[in-house]
């Protein structure tokens, strides 16, 4: 079964500062990996996904993840938060080899995250 | 841009009631889920369909059932709704996995409080 950890439910960062939202997965094979932010009442939007090839993933907004197979993690980082940054980020893992199985992503709990002006 | 809607943004339904919450997906995809968001649980599918009149149980199955007469549109269905059914309901299409463009995306989501 696939799995998916977001250790911190929050994360508060000062505005200008970096920031890190983590995230670590189980799955079986490979991974596919994506990362979704939800505004206040709003669905999820996707920023990025790791599918194969280099590890440093860019996304919207000036967002980027690093995969890391070893750690079996993939954070989502920015060098510079923005207040508009803050917003809830949820982590989902899908496993690669085709199959029923495959169809469905596997999401974490979320971090929210506050950027502090 | 892909665009996924939901029939509702809010929405009151009485215990025992039926309701319906309809997803629509104008790109295409051959897959449609339903998720429910609850503070502290994360998403959670509920049933997803991979073609027209096909569906799969999810994690949370128990109390919903799913129609898809047509590919652009995926219904859930609460047959009797219960207290604990209130929740955030999100939708969401994708194209078939393995394709370059396998991402799942999101309609803005349908607030169900049931009395």
């Avoid at chain 1, 750690?71 to 949820?90: E, I, N, R």
């Avoid at chain 2, 994360?42 to 999810?58: A, C, H, N, P, T």
Wanted: aromatic share 12%.
């Amino acid at each position: 079964a696939q799995s998916v950890a977001q250790p911190e439910d929050q994360v508060n960062v000062a505005e200008g500062n970096p920031l890190t939202v983590k995230c670590t997965y189980s799955v079986s094979g490979n991974p596919y990996l994506f990362w979704y932010v939800q505004y206040p009442n709003r669905g999820l939007q996707f920023l990025l996904k790791y599918i194969t090839g280099d590890n440093l993933v860019k996304g919207s907004y000036g967002f980027e993840a690093e995969f890391n197979k070893s750690q079996t993690s993939f954070h989502l980082k920015k060098p510079s938060a923005l207040v508009s940054d803050s917003a809830l980020y949820f982590c989902a893992v899908r496993e690669r080899t085709p199959g029923a199985g495959s169809y469905q992503l596997t999401f974490g709990k979320g971090t929210k995250l506050s950027v502090i002006p | 841009d892909v665009k996924v809607t939901q029939s509702s943004r809010y929405l009151v339904k009485r215990t025992g009631e039926k309701v319906f919450l309809e997803c629509v997906q104008d790109m295409d995809h051959e897959n449609m889920f339903w998720y429910r968001q609850d503070p502290g649980l994360g998403l959670r599918l509920i049933y997803f369909s991979y073609d027209v009149k096909m569906k799969e149980k999810g994690d949370i199955p128990e109390g919903y059932s799913v129609s898809r007469e047509k590919k652009e549109r995926f219904s859930l269905i609460l047959e009797s709704a219960s207290t604990n059914q209130t929740s955030m309901y999100l939708c969401a299409s994708s194209t078939h996995p393995g394709s370059s463009t396998d991402t799942q995306y999101f309609g803005p989501g349908t607030r169900l409080t049931v009395l």
